[in-house]
């Protein structure tokens, strides 16, 4: 089978999605049979080129979340109508659990994202904000939106289509950082500090909606300060924020690091805890759905309500029971490299394109019918 992967590497996160294909070329060729071409699109209409110039089974499109919404249903409905029996992947851009593009369904075998409402009945819900974690900080907080959200409508009994893709954990760098040296043991991390979170809260001119609850993680924090080394903030960009060096230096150098929500519930501070041997604390994650899943409640991470009422008791708790953080450590370090050592992202794309999404839907004959 040959794939097309469709998109511009405008940012750090569509490179991290498109790296393990590169990264596991020869893997998915034995495994899968796949052969895979990225070819560079800058929006949608190049993307429609792309599918009329070069062959292939199966095209996974990697779009720019600014895309219009109904621009992006037109052109996958017209992608459709020419293609019926291509497989069309839509991965979706947007950090939150919802997106804008959900009117894509009927067009597309299956819409991946990289964290996926665990209950898909969750997409059909009204949502202040688009997800219950945004409409949750923002009753408990008291913040208006001002309308912002990120959802869309699901069509009518298509929300089987919605399927869980990859994270951001595939990342060339992580994989890297996972990987044992082949000649020198790899050295302890001297671990100086209890906690980390150093926090940003965007631009001060322009304060999103996340920056209360970011804030109130950090304050959350300050009990500890009179027991442990703790290494925490949340500043704006224009107060200046500590270095990438500074950043990566003291969240080597932490037991916990506690990683709250951000855009999105997922950040690349979840997958530097486990790398650098950490213990992940975050807001429970039990809502959502994602792969490799190191979210598993006090096997691999340690939840704590969204509203921080339990953070500084379960801090404590781990920072004076080191042996149990220490388990839930090594199953975390486990759980992640076995998924990109040990061929979880080929079984990700096979589940993905051994399935068709779309025989098994009522709606499918109908909707074909008027293409």
């Known amino acids: 089978m040959k794939a097309l992967l469709l998109g511009l590497k405008a940012d750090s996160i569509l490179t991290a999605q498109l790296e393990p294909f590169a990264d596991e070329r020869k893997s998915l060729r034995r495994q899968l049979d796949l052969n895979v071409q990225y070819i560079e699109t800058q929006n949608l209409a190049q993307m429609e ?54 009117g894509v369904l009927p067009y597309v075998d299956v819409l991946l994202k990289r964290q996926r409402f665990r209950d898909l009945n969750d997409y059909k819900r009204e949502f202040v904000g688009g997800n219950e974690f945004i409409e949750f900080i923002a009753r408990h907080w008291n913040i208006d939106l001002e309308g912002w959200s990120v959802s869309s409508e699901v069509p009518e009994g298509y929300e089987h289509r919605i399927a869980s893709g990859w994270s951001l954990g595939t990342a060339r760098r992580f994989r890297k950082a996972l990987r044992p040296p082949l000649f020198f043991p790899k050295r302890p991390i001297s671990k100086k500090l209890d906690v980390f979170c150093r926090l940003s809260l965007g631009h001060k001119r322009k304060q999103e909606w996340y920056c209360e609850y970011r804030m109130a993680a950090a304050k959350a924090l300050e009990p500890l300060e009179s027991d442990y080394q703790i290494a925490v903030s949340a500043l704006f ?12 230096r003291e969240l080597r150098q932490s037991r916990i690091v506690f990683s709250p929500f951000g855009w999105g519930e997922t950040c690349w501070r979840d997958f530097e805890a486990i790398c650098n041997d950490s213990l992940l604390v975050k807001p429970s994650m039990a809502h959502l759905d994602t792969q490799p899943n190191i979210f598993v409640e006090n096997e691999t991470y340690v939840p704590v309500r969204w509203d921080f009422a339990d953070l500084e008791e379960k801090c404590r708790h781990y920072l004076e029971h080191p042996e149990e953080a220490a388990r839930i450590i090594k199953n975390a370090r486990q759980v992640y490299t076995d998924y990109l050592e040990r061929g979880g992202f080929a079984r990700t794309l096979e589940d993905i394109l051994s399935k068709n999404h779309r025989t098994d839907n009522p709606s499918t004959e109908k909707l074909s019918s008027t293409l």
């Open 49 to 102: 080129e792309a599918c009329q110039k070069y062959d292939s089974e199966a095209v996974f499109f990697f779009p720019f979340w600014r895309e219009d919404a109904s621009e992006v249903v037109r052109t996958f409905q017209k992608i459709r109508s020419e293609y019926p029996d291509r497989q069309l992947i839509f991965v979706d851009p947007f950090a939150q659990g919802n997106t804008m593009f959900l």
């Open 237 to 248: 960009i224009d107060d200046g924020l500590i270095s990438k060096k500074q950043y990566a």
